[in-house]
C-alpha cells in the first residue's frame, strides 16, 4: 500500500488529522505530514481519511 501527499494540494484543512491522527500529523504551519504509523494503519482508515480531504491532496494506492 503506498499514502501519497500532494502538498501542493494540501490547504490545511486537518480533516485528515482529525479522521486518522495516527496517519496525519501537521506541521508548525497546520499541513498534513504523514507519519511513519501511517504504514501499519488499516487500507480502511487512510481510504477514509483521504475521502475526508476536501483537496483530494492523499491518495491511498492498494499494494
Ligand atoms: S484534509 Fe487534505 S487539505 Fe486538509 S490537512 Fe489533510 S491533506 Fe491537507
Not at 486518522?20 to 480502511?44: H, I, M, N, Q, R
Amino acid at each position: 500500500m503506498k499514502i501519497a501527499l500532494d502538498t501542493d494540494k494540501c490547504m490545511g484543512h486537518a480533516r485528515c488529522h482529525a479522521m486518522t491522527p495516527a496517519a496525519f500529523d501537521l506541521d508548525d504551519e497546520g499541513y498534513a505530514v504523514v507519519t511513519p504509523a501511517a504504514a501499519t494503519t488499516s487500507e480502511d482508515d487512510l481510504q477514509n481519511a483521504a475521502a475526508s480531504c476536501p483537496e483530494q491532496a492523499i491518495t491511498v494506492t492498494p499494494s
